[in-house]
């Protein structure tokens, strides 16, 4: 009497009557070996959520009638390697995802805990996404560190229906809290899109009203797109994030992936420019195995060289030595991403 | 293959076999948008827990034959604006309710974490239940601070069967697991009631043994009932809270709800008496609008006027002025309740 | 529309597809009281965990075709009695185990955190598992505190396919992440085994990096087995733990468990010896009353007799005076064990 719960296979059966109302447990286990060189270092361990982040997520969706709809959305982040949430010794919380929405021909109203638009290109428009030794924010995130760069707190989200001839879009705004002059949630910002046959662009925009390390109040935008050629599909994505008096960041970034076997072929040149200096490039290789569409296994190699006084890392280890000013950073990974 | 899971569509399919054996997976999402005006500001931010308490929950129940049945429920809170636990920044645990039961002809003996019996009185007899800023325990809660106005751990308690002609009742003792003096699960109460046809009245007693800021070893008993006209449904429920030497509390309120369109008005008044003078008084208005059994949306009024040196709140967010000594606290929330 | 998921009766309806790829919803609530008597005191309170560790998890399995399978694991403790997590106070973690899998008729190769080799053998060959007041390991622990006792974080395991005439078998590391000389996570081991008929026997042995109380790099090993003879099984195992230049335990149990009724008698003998004298002697006597397969209600009853400066305990409530050096700790508990 162990197996209590669903099944893919039930869930198919229902047919119809299952897209009306049903409730989703979900999530993903990503895990694998990882070498990372640094600091004079080279440092083998397990490595977890090499191309996808592991997860554990409930959802569902009701059918309201008229067109309308109901759901919410619940995901928390797992350090699968330990057997935690979304840090070595934290528990499961669903700071991934925490929402609840009302959708219908306007498109969605959402409210709670959810990405910011700003950060959906980084990881739509990267073929590494944002995980692993190889995506392209290794070299982003090191001086914007406003707290709503990928994620804010109580947010009002609206989104476009699916219906608009491939144009798509969102606005967010995440409510303050406070009259204080900052606010870990006050972000607000958009991003539209278009999308027909092989090509698909979108652009991001947003601002927060939070201090920073680099500055108060940081601006950022981003512009990405990609075109497929059949043989492959190329990705390129441009990143500037400002904060008055202090940071100025260009970043840039162009890919490509090819279908080769049963697999994905997976290439990116990433530059990082703060304050009008180029601060680090890094070189990504990758390839993916797909098991089944949900289980595939994977290795990434990735090599980042830093110039003057920059230090970004593909992803060390705890305790191991910083990549050195000026110097470099490579990483190899191969692993298991199983979905659920 | 993200659908992994369930489906409501599947389990009315199901048909008899269902209520055998099954295990469920529940919760709520509340989230909304609150203004608190207090201690001279006006401060708007997501609210969340407007009408109902987000949570998520896990239950089953087995059928051993013979009219015995074996049950378990585990229950966590949710912070939904922020994706987290029971607490801003806590990850999920089940302190909501945390039991296993067996159940039969003879009622149901539960064991583990579990609601006090005196807690039931004050969310079953108030239209807005313990949720927002419509609640009658805004003005209960300061005074009455011992470990188990809501909840005990360690407990065992045994609820009466369904088929004693409308009367039903429970009882329960927290094991204290200690010698000491005090101890937070030391508690032992009960809750009879009687309810047929339109009325539903009920009883509520329970004692601790936990020192509290306002004395040791408080006592609490509480009255509700309900009479419904069809029209509308009248409501009313006094409590008495006393710690020896120090607290006498009574508490009243007196509430209706009406059925108007697809939807319920709430209206409430409550007062609260510490040691003999008048406190507090609370108004309270709401209305909620149900798009389907499980999803509503809905909004309400309310206002808490302070007497002396009483400072009630209709529920500030973090960092908001405290309501003045004497003065008054205005809430207004409008937000969306999905359960699944 | 509360009952949102899953069924038994589902499950089962669906019959060979859901064996291919499937998603359980499982875990345990067993509660309970006790009493423990040591260092003077006699104290009842609520136990947890009697016969089975308290816990809540996911788990799958997917079929990939061509014999292969690939399969994912979360699973976390309950501290069922205050509705927490692993501990009291603590959320929901998955650190009983979170791993990943790929099986096929090579056997399984597993990444994550998981169980050790070398603890199988103390719960597999012990009639009281490693829970309750019973538990053979009451008078292990004590001066064995590496921290891969049990578990251990960034392993790689290989377990045998089940199709060897009976052998069974798995080896496990676990990465160090580190060039210090202690990792938490420092772990290699293995254990072999053979069943058929009524006999079963397998040994184990492991060693870590890591520094403990009684010296670095501690090493274990341990024999068990069984052998039903119908009207009853006997059970035996041996434990030889050692850190060079401190420790040197020899740790044995034998046991015995005979159907009775719906239920199981369950008896057992265990003596810890640690560098060489006689530390500690426990008895167990327990009953488990099947109500079904899933639910039990059950009892048990043992006494540690202390020797010299030993102070072994049954478990003790917290804040409870411990065992005398030398004294005994005598538990009793009956309790209500619900699988689902």
């Given at each position: 009497?162990?197996?209590?719960?669903?099944?893919l296979?039930?869930?198919a059966a229902?047919?119809a009557?299952?897209?009306?109302?049903?409730?989703?447990l979900?999530?993903?286990?990503d895990?694998?070996?990882?070498?990372?060189?640094?600091?004079?270092?080279s440092?083998?361990?397990?490595?977890k959520?090499?191309?996808?982040?592991?997860?554990?997520?409930f959802?569902?969706?009701e059918?309201?009638?008229?067109?309308m709809?109901?759901?919410?959305?619940?995901?928390?982040?797992l350090?699968?390697?330990?057997?935690?949430?979304?840090?070595?010794?934290?528990?499961?919380?669903f700071?991934?995802?925490?929402?609840?929405?009302?959708m219908?021909?306007?498109?969605?109203?959402r409210?709670?805990?959810?990405?910011?638009?700003?950060?959906?290109?980084h990881?739509?428009?990267?073929?590494?996404?944002?995980?692993?030794?190889?995506s392209?924010?290794?070299?982003?995130?090191?001086?914007?560190?406003?707290?709503?760069v990928?994620?804010?707190?109580?947010?009002?989200g609206y989104f476009?229906?699916?219906?608009?001839?491939?144009?798509?879009?969102?606005?967010m705004?995440?409510?303050?809290e406070?009259?204080a002059?900052?606010?870990?949630?006050?972000?607000?910002?958009?991003?539209?899109?278009?999308?027909?046959?092989?090509?698909?662009v979108?652009?991001?925009?947003?601002?927060?009203?939070t201090?920073?390390?680099?500055?108060s109040?940081?601006?950022r935008w981003?512009?990405?797109?990609?075109?497929n050629?059949?043989?492959?599909?190329l990705?390129?994505?441009?990143?500037r994030?400002?904060?008055?008096?202090?940071?100025?960041?260009?970043?840039?970034m162009?890919?490509?992936?090819?279908p080769?076997?049963?697999?994905?072929?997976?290439?990116?040149?990433?530059r990082s420019?703060y304050?009008?200096?180029?601060d680090?490039?890094?070189?990504?290789?990758g390839?993916?195995?797909?098991?089944?569409?949900?289980?595939?296994?994977?290795?990434?190699y990735?090599r980042?060289a830093?110039?003057?006084?920059?230090?970004?890392?593909?992803?060390?280890?705890?305790g191991?030595?910083?990549?050195?000013?000026g110097?470099k950073?490579?990483?190899?990974?191969?692993g298991l991403?199983h979905?659920?």
């Amino acid at each position: 009497m162990k197996k209590s719960l669903i099944a893919l296979a039930v869930l198919a059966a229902s047919g119809a009557a299952m897209a009306q109302s049903s409730v989703t447990l979900f999530g993903i286990v990503d895990l694998g070996v990882r070498n990372v060189k640094q600091g004079g270092q080279s440092l083998w361990g397990m490595s977890k959520d090499g191309i996808n982040s592991s997860r554990l997520g409930f959802r569902g969706v009701e059918d309201l009638g008229g067109g309308m709809r109901a759901g919410f959305w619940l995901e928390g982040a797992l350090t699968s390697d330990t057997g935690d949430g979304r840090t070595t010794g934290a528990a499961l919380d669903f700071q991934r995802r925490s929402t609840v929405s009302v959708m219908g021909g306007f498109g969605e109203i959402r409210l709670g805990r959810d990405y910011t638009p700003t950060f959906w290109n980084h990881t739509v428009f990267d073929p590494f996404g944002t995980n692993g030794v190889g995506s392209s924010v290794n070299t982003y995130g090191g001086a914007v560190t406003g707290a709503t760069v990928v994620r804010s707190n109580n947010t009002i989200g609206y989104f476009l229906p699916g219906n608009l001839g491939g144009i798509y879009g969102q606005a967010m705004i995440g409510l303050k809290e406070t009259k204080a002059a900052n606010s870990a949630s006050d972000y607000a910002g958009f991003r539209v899109g278009y999308q027909q046959g092989p090509l698909n662009v979108a652009l991001a925009y947003g601002q927060e009203g939070t201090a920073t390390a680099t500055g108060s109040n940081p601006k950022r935008w981003n512009l990405g797109g990609s075109y497929n050629l059949g043989v492959a599909n190329l990705i390129g994505q441009y990143t500037r994030a400002t904060a008055p008096g202090s940071l100025k960041l260009n970043h840039w970034m162009l890919a490509a992936t090819a279908p080769v076997g049963p697999g994905l072929l997976k290439a990116s040149y990433t530059r990082s420019d703060y304050n009008g200096s180029n601060d680090a490039n890094q070189i990504a290789l990758g390839y993916e195995y797909n098991l089944s569409k949900r289980t595939a296994l994977y290795t990434t190699y990735s090599r980042i060289a830093n110039k003057g006084g920059a230090a970004f890392s593909v992803g060390a280890f705890a305790g191991q030595p910083a990549t050195a000013p000026g110097g470099k950073s490579t990483g190899f990974e191969a692993g298991l991403r199983h979905s659920f």
